[in-house]
Each structure stands twice: as C-alpha cells, then as structure tokens.
C-alpha cells in the first residue's frame, strides 16, 4: 500500500529546469526592455521639438533660443472663375478709361432765346438787331414791325446774347439747350440701315425674272427710298439748328408820359381863363 502510494505521487521539480526558466524568462523582459526604449528614442528623433514659449518681459533669463521657423510657401492667386471680367491693371485701366471718355462723342445742343424788351424806337432797334447778326457771322430769319428773329453761330451764341441786352430795357428773357445727341446718332444708324436695304432691293430688281416680283420689289424700294430721304432730311435739319443758334427779339415801344406845369390855381374860373396864374408863376 504505501508502495502503490510512492508510486503514483508526482516526481520532485529539478532545481535545474526552474533556474533555466527563470532565466529565459528574464532574457525575454529584457528584450522587450530594450525594443521599448529604441522605438521611444526613435520616436523621440522622428517628432519635431515642441516650441518654447517666450518668457515674459522683465521676468527672469531670457529663454533659449528659439528654433527657425520653417519657411512656408507663397500664397498662390485664386484661379479666375468662368464668366468673371479680368480685372485691370490700375496705371492701363486708367489709361483705357481716359481713352473712352475722349472717344465719347461731345453733347450735342441747340441753343434758342427768345427776349423781350422795352426801347424808344422800334424801327431802329429792328435795324441794329439785323445788323448784329450779319456782324457775327450770322443772317435774317424773319422780321415783322415789332419782333425779329435772327441765326447766329452757336460758338458765338452768348456773345450775341450780351449785345441784344444793351439795346433796351429787358422785360423778359428765356434762354433753352436742347440736346439732340440721341436722336442725332439714331438717325445715323437708321440711315446706314435703310442704305443696306435700298442697296439689297436694288440688287435683287437685277435679278428678278417675273413681273410679278419685280413690281414687288420697285414697290418696297420706292418705300425705303422715300424713308431713307426723309431721315436725311430730319439729319440734315439737325445739323443746321446745332450749327447756328436762334434768337427771336421782340420790342414794345417804351411809354411816354406829358407832363404838366403845376402852379396855383385861383378859386375863380374865369380869372384862370385871364391867365393870371400864369403871371403868378413868373
């Protein structure tokens, strides 16, 4: 029994085989040591140094010295979106934008006075009128007995203004600009058109070979042809009225008055009729 007992217990541990696994347990914590501190140090040369604040003014040792800032790329220009206007330069812009405004056509205006005024003599004031206007360069554009209307170069508009003012007594006076500047280049290009168009019909009239078309065609050509002068007409009326001013004078005779010798007068009629009073006032 106590064999059976002895037999089947557990042999004792070798004091050898505990020593050899302490020890290979030890050379496993070591190396795991070792790989913890290498990938610390690598880790610790791979990631950049934290910067150092800067130490506040009047407390204590200035700090070490800051590391350089690395340098950073230059900001690049925004690409231009589709449909936007490039913009332009400031010295060629301005240059470009003086270029248009001296293109720009100038104002276009017709100048009329119309003035009114009180004189002694009307028949002269009508004469010195007429001859002012041929003075300036002008001419007659009517005369009646009391009103005169003359045209005068529109540079020397105001200079005859003034000269009108000094043959009377100005009752009243209205002066009138109108710009004509708009209609005057629609009409420029409503012709240019009708000039295209007349060309084309006349074309065409070459060509036709039925009467039926032909007479269509010297039909809208007479139409166009007809437009075409009466917008000719309507230019041409404009470039005068630009060309020379109009003033209208008309003159009322200034009134006179008789007057009366005043003296004393006697409380009898008939020693008035003596002509006594007439003695007193001597």
Known sequence: MYAATQASAPPPPDPTTGMEMSAVRISEEQAIDVDTSTSSVALAKAAPPAPVAAPAPGRGAPGPAQPAATSRPAPTSPAPQPGAAPAAAGPQGTQRGAAEA?????????????????VFEVGASLGKVEELARDLGGFLARRDDRAITIRVPAARFDEALKRLEGLGDVVQRNVVAEDVTEEFLDLGVRIRN???????????????????????????????????????????????????STLTVSFQPR????????????????????GLSRLLNL
């Open 255 to 274: 009134s006179t008055e008789t007057i009366t010798p005043s003296g004393p007068r006697l409380p009898i009629d008939w020693l008035n009729e003596l």
């Open 102 to 118: 001296s293109a720009a056509p100038a104002p276009l205006l017709v100048y009329t006075a119309q003035v009114a005024m009180a």
């Open 194 to 244: 009708a000039r295209v168009v007349r060309d084309r019909l006349e074309k065409l009239l070459e060509k036709a070979a039925k009467v039926e078309e032909s007479i269509q065609l010297e039909r809208e050509l007479a139409r166009v042809t007809s437009e075409l002068e009466r917008l000719e007409g309507r230019l041409k009326f404009l470039r005068d009225r630009v060309a020379f």
